[in-house]
């Protein structure tokens, strides 16, 4: 379609994570329906969480109206126009579920994309899928899985280094939930401190970075527990506490799907271990856990012991100090960075109170938008 290689890059980039907003929409189970409604509320959702991150940003609005149809392309929220990767992404996630149903073979699936053509999809768009059905037998490649490798190469030469890869996380504490304000802080409470903690150590920067993104990702799995939990006004019970503590295994299940390297993964996983082995999912000790694991482990702590939670208030200085130097003395988290968060309480906990302040701003604005954004699409019966 002329499009030039950075453009293509950016295309896959966004199709990747075009439904990123039914994780919390609760959609899943509806994504292979398309006559449903409301799929909506998940373009939203996903369209303010990439809008939030700079890499993203241009790309949104494509997600935004990913379930738009063509006849329609006239109807859109003022100042928000549909641009035509919207469409395309729309035919190539039709697509994509048409080769996924058993009962489908190429004729069924151009017979139906035919059908829908004009309505739902772009013509030139559907005009370019056919020739690549008829030429290059794209239905066989997408059904056998041999697209996979030329994707994959492809993903091979966009990979991200660690400097860009930060513009990219801002919007992963989002995903998580960006209606749970509470989730969606702590993350960025978490990478802050550790950021500060290595602040006053002598690590040298990469590591440093490492960490910061470590911490960025350490509660990532939690997309993976179910909202009654994540949200509960209370303690949870032993059966849930259990469900929760999968969050570790679905972060590194999730990490490892991305083919990041392993000592990321593993600063992004151990932060329940314990020096002792008596933490969690593997039970790792001593030396198996690295100094980020540790920083990364009582950023986790200091940040859970300073925020309020819907059960608790957040601890006072004695309180919180108390209950570290009681877990190190246990021999759960090093005693050195126990030290270095005594000698620095006050400063670390300005920053915590500073960052959280403008981050719930970010988030009550996010939830505006979307709120404006759904009002907005009901009243154009889209
Ligand atoms: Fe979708
Ligand atoms: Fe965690
Ligand atoms: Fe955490």
């Known amino acids: 379609m002329g499009y030039s290689n950075d453009k293509i890059d950016q295309i896959i980039r966004i199709s990747i994570l075009h439904d990123i907003g039914a994780y919390k929409t609760e959609e899943i189970k509806n994504l292979?329906?398309?006559?449903?409604?409301?799929?909506?509320?998940?373009?939203?959702?996903?369209?303010?969480?990439?809008?939030?991150?700079?890499?993203f940003k241009d790309m949104s609005e494509a997600v935004l109206y990913h379930h738009h149809s063509y006849k329609d392309k006239d109807k859109f929220i003022k100042g928000l126009e549909i641009p035509q990767e919207a469409f395309l992404i729309g035919l190539a996630d039709r697509v994509s579920i048409f080769c996924s149903l058993l009962n489908y073979n190429e004729k069924r699936i151009i017979d139906n994309l035919q059908r829908l053509n004009k309505s739902l999809f772009e013509p030139s768009h559907t005009d370019a899928l056919f020739k690549l059905i008829e030429k290059e037998g794209l239905i066989n490649d997408i059904v056998d899985s041999t697209y996979k490798l030329e994707l994959n190469k492809r993903l091979e030469?966009?990979?991200?280094?660690?400097?860009?890869?930060?513009?990219?996380?801002?919007?992963?504490?989002?995903?998580?939930?960006?209606?749970?304000f509470e989730t969606s802080i702590h993350t960025v409470s978490v990478s802050t401190i550790a950021k500060k903690i290595c602040e006053k150590m002598s690590l040298n920067e990469q590591y440093k970075n490492k960490i910061e993104i470590g911490a960025y990702l350490h509660d990532l799995g939690k997309v993976c527990i179910p909202k009654y939990i994540l949200e509960k006004?209370?303690?949870?019970?032993?059966n849930e506490f259990e469900i929760m503590k999968q969050h570790a295994v679905y972060s590194r299940d999730i990490l490892e799907e991305a083919g990041i390297s392993k000592e990321l993964i593993d600063l992004a996983c151990n932060h329940h271990e314990r020096l002792d082995g008596s933490g969690y999912p593997r039970g790792l000790k001593g030396e198996e856990l690295s100094i980020g694991d540790r920083v990364i482990s009582?950023?986790?702590?200091?940040?859970?012991?300073?925020?309020?939670?819907?059960?608790?208030?957040?601890?006072?200085?004695?309180?919180?100090?108390g209950i570290l130097h009681s877990m190190s003395n246990s021999n759960y988290i090093d005693k050195n960075l126990v030290k270095i968060v005594d000698n620095n309480y006050e400063?670390?906990?300005?920053?915590?109170?500073?960052?959280?302040?403008?981050?719930?701003?970010?988030?009550?604005?996010?939830?505006?938008t979307y709120n404006y954004?759904?009002?907005?699409?009901?009243?154009?019966?889209i």
């Open 298 to 321: 009582i950023s986790d702590i200091f940040c859970a012991l300073t925020e309020k939670r819907i059960y608790k208030n957040p601890f006072s200085k004695d309180e919180a100090l």
């Open 32 to 55: 292979k329906k398309f006559e449903v409604s409301n799929t909506g509320r998940h373009s939203i959702y996903g369209y303010i969480i990439l809008n939030s991150s700079k890499l």
């Open 373 to 381: 954004i759904a009002n907005e699409m009901d009243l154009l019966c």
């Open 157 to 180: 030469s966009i990979k991200i280094n660690l400097d860009k890869a930060k513009e990219y996380l801002v919007f992963l504490p989002l995903s998580i939930d960006f209606f749970s």
């Open 233 to 238: 006004d209370g303690k949870l019970t032993e």
């Open 347 to 368: 400063e670390f906990l300005e920053c915590i109170i500073e960052n959280r302040n403008s981050y719930k701003k970010i988030l009550n604005d996010m939830v505006k």
